[in-house]
């Protein structure tokens, strides 16, 4: 069964840079989708981005230009960066797998299977 | 980006019960749309995807339909467990978008 474990600060202040590592354990990092997504009160659940095991990375346009997510295969994590942190980022920040199922002829489904048990990040001065 | 409406906001419902929660996209999505359950403290935990699809472990009694904009999660005959928040996401395309929810609670 696989197990995902987000590990990171609890507290940043103000135009700090948050870091914040997902580590997978009881199975493979490769050939799957890595996601971070986030859960504040008054934005609900929020896709912030995705890695592949090859490195490839999607972000969302809301976060792109402070956000970075990457992968490091050989100790089964990734990672995520978002600098410039306001109080607007407080939130349960949570990892997540991507997994795929192709339907012929050409259909695929992309869905988050295993989630973390998620981090709270507070910003606060 | 794709916007995701659920109804209702929440609803009350017994033990017993078969309970249908909606949600609609802003734009033809196909059938790229998955649920998701989330228990207070927890993680969302999948449901259906494919619209339809029920993710291996899940009860039978979780159900979904719907293709291109609307969509419906039925539960039938409502468990004690199932007393949760259910969210729909579309993986049409990113940035993928989430509902912003329908709470279940015991009537």
């Known amino acids: 069964q696989v197990h995902l474990q987000e590990s990171g600060p609890g507290l940043l202040k103000p135009s700090e840079t948050l870091s914040l590592t997902c580590t997978v354990s009881s199975g493979s990092i490769n050939n799957y989708y890595w996601h971070w997504i986030r859960q504040s009160p008054g934005k609900g659940l929020e896709w912030i981005g995705y890695v592949d095991y090859s490195g490839n990375t999607n972000y969302n346009p809301s976060l792109k230009s402070r956000v970075a997510i990457s992968v490091d295969t050989s100790k089964n994590q990734f990672s995520l960066k978002l600098n410039s942190v306001t109080a607007a980022d407080t939130a349960v920040y949570y990892c997540?797998?991507?997994?795929?199922?192709?339907?012929?002829?050409?259909?695929?489904?992309?869905?988050?299977?295993?989630w973390g048990k998620g981090t709270t990040l507070t910003v606060s001065s | 980006d794709i916007q995701m409406t659920q109804s209702p906001t929440s609803l009350s419902a017994s033990v017993g019960d078969r309970v249908t929660i909606t949600c609609r996209a802003s734009?033809?999505?196909?059938?790229?749309l998955n649920w998701y359950q989330q228990t207070p403290g927890k993680a969302p935990k999948l449901l259906i995807y494919?619209?339809?699809t029920l993710q291996t472990g899940v009860p039978s009694r979780f159900s979904g339909s719907g293709s291109g904009t609307d969509f419906a999660l039925t539960i039938s005959n409502l468990q004690p467990e199932d007393f949760a928040t259910y969210y729909c996401q579309q993986s049409f395309t990113t940035p993928r978008t989430f509902g912003h929810g329908t709470k279940v609670d015991m009537k």
């Open positions: 997540a797998r991507g997994a795929l199922s192709v339907v012929p002829p050409s259909y695929y489904y992309y869905y988050l299977d295993v």
């Open positions: 734009q033809y999505i196909n059938t790229f």
């Open positions: 494919a619209a339809a």
